[in-house]
């Protein structure tokens, strides 16, 4: 008797049923893995079919999944209820059935020409509904299997006064914006020039006193002029008029008359610049395009400011001593201007503020760098100083305009404003087309 047989008709070895028993186990065990990969499986499959049909249901546009041969394999709910046909009556149809028969052709066409060429074409036709042909934008996608062949299309429509509709809300979006925009420029325009007023007012207050004071003075002089020769033409005696004259203080009148004249004069010609620096400053802001100094309008500028600072700040001039470029200068002055008010207001807390204002030629372009040594701006904030109304001043120091304002006149001159990497303190580049006879 070998191992292998049974010791007596029907009975067997412990070790065979031992192994009976674990391979029934294991078939065991495998059904159990294989049901419940069928049930992840399965429960899977569900939750794709209700994603799936929850797609299909809230899609608002036309969607129609077409078969290789034409057929129409699946549809969004919106088909149904535009077209009145049940979901089971449109699936199997050909595709070009749900449109007018006019329309038919085109649409072919242009399947076979989404599907040729493997890519989305745009046709307008009429989708048939009960109350007529609907004109709608379809836009015919091609579908692929996943070796790449083709598999259908996949057809999105929308409504044309829908869409006419949503590009008029666009348009008037837009427009509403544009406003907006003018109406920011407007204010900045309207800010800057407070800014200016306060300074002239500032500035002009000084010559005028002074010419005032040296007016005054002349009156002053005159009256006792008069009154010395008054006594001349009344015939005055020599020593009476000597006396006259030493009691009037003539001789040292005569000299101060002279300086009030120059001192009135002086003031006179203050007042004068003056009111030729702001009568450049509004009429190139009219917008015409002209050859200017840059290096000029940036000192007026840096002036203009410099005379309003609360405090006092060491502003140097470096690199080119002029640098034609061509522009609006007196909409490049409110850019300097801007830059040079923020430059003043990062030093204010500085022990020795300086501000520098370099000139250069790089390449085609002229190059304004506006340096300060303040406290810079983080890296967080680069992007965002450029928004409008982005400011970190207190109430009634910042509207947050300046350089969104400035970024967009350096672009309307086909430049750039820019914050350049530089530490300590902040650096900002204007850069303007050269002239052209400079380039
Ligand atoms: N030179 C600079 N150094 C440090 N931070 C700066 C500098 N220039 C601008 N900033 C930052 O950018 C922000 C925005 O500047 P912007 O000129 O647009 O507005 P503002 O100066 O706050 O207000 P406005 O210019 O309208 O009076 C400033 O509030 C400041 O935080
Ligand atoms: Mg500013």
Redesign the pocket.
Known sequence: MTQDQPPHEGTFPDSVWMDVLSAVDRTYADLVDYQERLERQNAELESLRSFHASVLASVSDILIVVSRTGEVEEVSASVPARTHLARAELQGRPAADLFAAADRTALAAAMRRATDSHAPVTIEAGLLTPDGPCPVEVSLSPRFDDRGRSAGLVLTARSVAELRQAYAELERSHAELKAAQALLVRNEKL?SLGRLLAGVAHELNNPISFVYANAHALERYAAKFEQYFQQVQAGASREDLMRLREDLKLDREVRNLRDAVHGARDGAERVRDIVEDLRRLSSEGSGEMETFDLVAVTQVAAAWVLRGARHKVEVVTTGLPTLSVTGRPGHIQQVVM?LV???L??VEEVEVPKVTLDHAIVGDLAVLSVC?N????PDALSQA?FDPF????PVGR???????ISHKIAEEHGGRLVLAEKAPG?CFRLELPLDRETR
């Open positions: 800010a801007n008010q923020n430059a207001d990062a300060d303040g406290a810079g701006v100083i982005f400011t970190t001043k910042g509207t947050g305009l300046g350089l969104p902040a």
